[in-house]
């Protein structure tokens, strides 16, 4: 039977950079591979890992899994980067829905469960630091970090007509990766909504409030 790993978590928290840093992690150590989406996700693919890459928690898919890899990101960050992929609309009651999403659905029901939390910020910091830790936690000591960082990194340089299944990038997959840049996204009434709906999630996880910050 395959090994079967979970990258979760917060969309646009760098799950996406995740999920390839999990599936080279094991091409590098020499395993037939197999990752997809949830929604595609073919169980009967032979392979000797299968990395799948989901957001809602699914039960189903947590109790077959081997690990279970989640991102955080600054909740303002991550509906600015939403608004600017059009994912959400910069309107109050859009924004105020994507934020309470985005920690109900997509960060509480795995948060217990996770293997390794990540958080972008640590990520952006120092990427071969992070996949070290990737491969501490998968028992795979002989992968070089460094490769692996390398060869995600290439895909960044993809020119691609439309979604890489295998990849689970899409074209203009990155927009503005700076941390803090939601300052230049949301108007301040929309940094105040999320802070209203995220304020004890964001100060749990280290990041200060705008309103704190005067």
């Known amino acids: 039977m395959a090994k079967f790993i979970i990258c979760a978590g917060m969309r646009r928290s760098g799950s996406t950079w995740l999920f390839n ?36 928690f699914n039960r189903k898919y947590y109790e077959q899994a081997d690990h279970i890899f989640t991102t955080v990101r600054d909740l303002r960050d991550i509906v600015a980067s939403m608004v600017r992929f059009k994912l959400t609309r910069d309107r109050p009651k859009d924004v105020a829905h994507c934020t309470e999403r985005l ?12 293997n390794l939390e990540i958080r972008y910020e640590e990520m952006i910091r120092d990427r071969p630091g992070t996949v070290a830790r990737l491969l501490q936690v998968l028992g795979l000591p002989d992968v070089d970090p460094v490769e692996v960082h390398r060869d995600v990194e ?61």
């Open 154 to 214: 290439k895909l960044t340089k993809m020119a691609l007509p439309d979604l890489d299944r295998t990849t689970q990038i899409w074209p203009h997959h990155l927009t503005d990766g700076r941390m803090g840049s939601y300052v230049e996204t949301l108007s301040p009434q929309l940094i105040e909504i999320v802070e209203n709906i995220g304020g004890s999630w964001l100060t749990e996880h280290g990041y200060e409030l705008e309103k704190n910050a005067e």
């Open 103 to 114: 920690i109900n659905r997509d960060y509480a029901p795995w948060a217990p469960y996770t």
């Open 21 to 56: 840093a999990v599936r080279y992690c094991y091409l590098n150590a020499g395993y037939r591979t197999y990752s997809d989406y949830a929604k595609k996700y073919q169980a009967s693919v032979p392979a000797d890992v299968h990395v799948l890459k989901i957001h809602p």
